[in-house]
Structures are given as C-alpha cells and as structure tokens.
C-alpha cells in the first residue's frame, strides 16, 4: 500500500482543515487507516483511526482531539480523510497517514506510512 497525505497548511487558532491520504491497491476497504502526529522534538503520537470493511468502519480518537477532529473514508475513491475543527497550537506538528490490518493506536510496528503533511496552528 502507497499512501500520499494532503491538505495541511497554515493556519490561525479556531480555524478549520480536512486533511486527506489517497491510497493505493484494491484491497483499500480492508484495511484500517490511521492519522499520527509529530510535534517538534516530540514523538509520534496517534490522532485517530477508522477501522476497514471487517470492523464496519468504527472510529477511533485521541482524547485530545475528540470532538474536534473527524476521520472518515471513501473506499471508491481509496481515500481517508481527517476533517480538523477549531485547531489549536498545540495541534501544530506533521501529520501521517498509515495503514494496517489491524487498528492501531502505537506507531511502533505500523506496516505502510504515507509522508507527512505539515499543519502549522498560529495563535
């Protein structure tokens, strides 16, 4: 699996981001696809993650994000999107995407990486 993520940028506290990863292959809708962070001189930290075909797209947040932050996929357009709400400083950092045949919420081990997208939050 190819993953390429999109959609970050700069932008001011409160405002808003989708993000989006196109991934490759057919068998798209059964894996599970994950967002993670990374904060300057921070460890890689998961976001959120939406289950594939076999967990009936269940979701899955990070209680820092909860409530804010939605993920959702489009298994015709082989596409996981992470629509970001009232953005935060602290949520600043490169986000990526992944993907597994299980959900995972530790980065440790994770099968398929796509590069980075960097979202910068002002205050």
């Known amino acids: 699996v190819q993953l390429q993520a999109s959609g970050g940028g700069l932008v001011q506290a409160g405002d808003s981001l989708r993000l989006s990863c196109a991934a490759s292959g057919r068998t798209f809708s059964n894996y599970h696809m994950g967002w993670f962070r990374q904060a300057p001189g921070k460890e890689r930290e998961f976001v959120s993650a939406?289950?594939?075909?076999?967990?009936?797209?269940?979701?899955y947040y990070s209680d820092s994000v909860r409530g804010r932050f939605t993920i959702s996929r489009d298994n015709v357009k082989n596409t996981v999107y992470l629509q970001m709400n009232n953005l935060k400083p602290e949520d600043t950092g490169v986000y990526y995407c992944s993907a597994s045949i299980s959900v995972r919420r530790s980065p440790d081990g994770m099968p398929y990486w796509g590069k980075g997208t960097l979202v910068t939050v002002s205050s």
């Open positions: 939406i289950s594939g075909r076999g967990g009936g797209g269940s979701t």
